[in-house]
Nanobody, 114 residues
Framework: QVQLVESGGGLVQAGGSLRLSCVAS????????MGWYRQAPGKQRELVAW???????TYAYNFKGRFTITRDNAKNTVFLQMDNLNPDDTGGYYC????????WGQGTQVTVSS
């Protein structure tokens, strides 16, 4: 059974940082590309970044330079370090395989105040 559990979100002031974590269970993590996705209020879910099992990374344009995705294969965990946050980064953050599977966790909410 696939399970994705995101954590680490919260309320932060503009310019601040957060580190998100996602623990995956089941078959979704091992050997697969994993990604972080964001759903801003009133908008569709969008890809933030993805990382291969070997650690190669790709970032969507809006997140390049501020966000860093990493993974710990031994712990089935993927991380998202978010720096220099701004109010436009507010939203729910989710991890999933890339391309996304049908399995979604509950996400973790990030709110950036100005």
């Amino acid at each position: 059974q696939v399970q994705l559990v995101e954590s680490g979100g919260g309320l932060v002031q503009a310019g601040g940082s957060l580190r998100l974590s996602c623990v995956a269970s089941g078959t979704i993590f091992s050997g697969n590309v994993m990604g972080w996705y964001r759903q801003a209020p009133g908008k569709q879910r969008e890809l933030v970044a993805w990382i291969t099992p070997g650690g190669a990374t790709t970032y969507a344009y809006n997140f390049k330079g501020r966000f860093t995705i990493t993974r710990d294969n031994a712990k089935n965990t993927v991380f998202l370090q978010m720096d220099n946050l701004n109010p436009d980064d507010t939203g729910g953050y989710y991890c999933n395989a890339y391309p996304a599977s049908t399995y979604w966790g509950q996400g973790t909410q990030v709110t950036v105040s100005s």
